[in-house]
């Protein structure tokens, strides 16, 4: 019962350095989220997808990239990473039935140095 | 300019005794609201939710009230236990989207 899962747990990057973060799920479901934590401000959307080769902006995608290729996977991308990019981020899917509930990764630990 | 609120970033209750969580939010549109709950170095997990047509809705010890015309719900635990000690998350869906919003977090501690 893997459910969602994220890699890798924990990194640290250069200012500048890129990494894609990899998020998975076994669920079969149709939408896929992307939050960063920081704390005190609770999790913010950064990118979502409502289904396999869609994308949509969150309330801060500016630095970031996602991709959808394929139903169970959501990649999301530093191009250029900047230390405002040290954060927790959680990735999180549903079903698109009427209950929004939404079910979590574990979280990678990014810091930028 | 937050949507969603929780104004009180701690609180402390000893074990057996209620713990009242609260959130406030601004959005009218919100339809659907949700409690999660946090352990560290983990992903929030889902506790119970209340849609904005009704104003209460129970879980074993877990209670949810939802307060429109104040734009106020609180989560009530009853009786708390060690394990409740946690950071909890609300959220709330605009019925126009896809997304939630959520609060900035209560850390809760039971004392035993």
Known sequence: ?113 | DQQVKQNSPSLSVQEGRISILNCDYTNSMFDYFLWYKKYPAEGPTFLISISSIKDKNEDGRFTVFLNKSAKHLSLHIVPSQPGDSAVYFCAARNNAGNMLTFGGGTRLMVKP
Not at chain 1, 64 to 73: A, E, G, T
């Open chain 1, 1 to 113: 019962n893997a459910g969602v899962t994220q890699t890798p747990k924990f990194r640290v990057l250069k200012t500048g350095q890129s990494m894609t973060l990899l998020c998975a799920q076994d669920m079969n479901h149709e939408y896929m989220y992307w939050y960063r934590q920081d704390p005190g401000m609770g999790l913010r959307l950064i990118h979502y997808s409502v289904g396999e080769g869609t994308t949509a902006k969150g309330e801060v995608p500016d630095g970031y990239n996602v991709s959808r290729l394929k139903k169970q996977n959501f990649l999301l991308g530093l191009e250029s990473a900047a230390p405002s990019q040290t954060s927790v981020y959680f990735c999180a899917s549903r079903t698109d039935a009427v209950l929004p509930i939404q079910y979590f990764g574990a979280g990678t630990r990014l810091s930028v140095l």
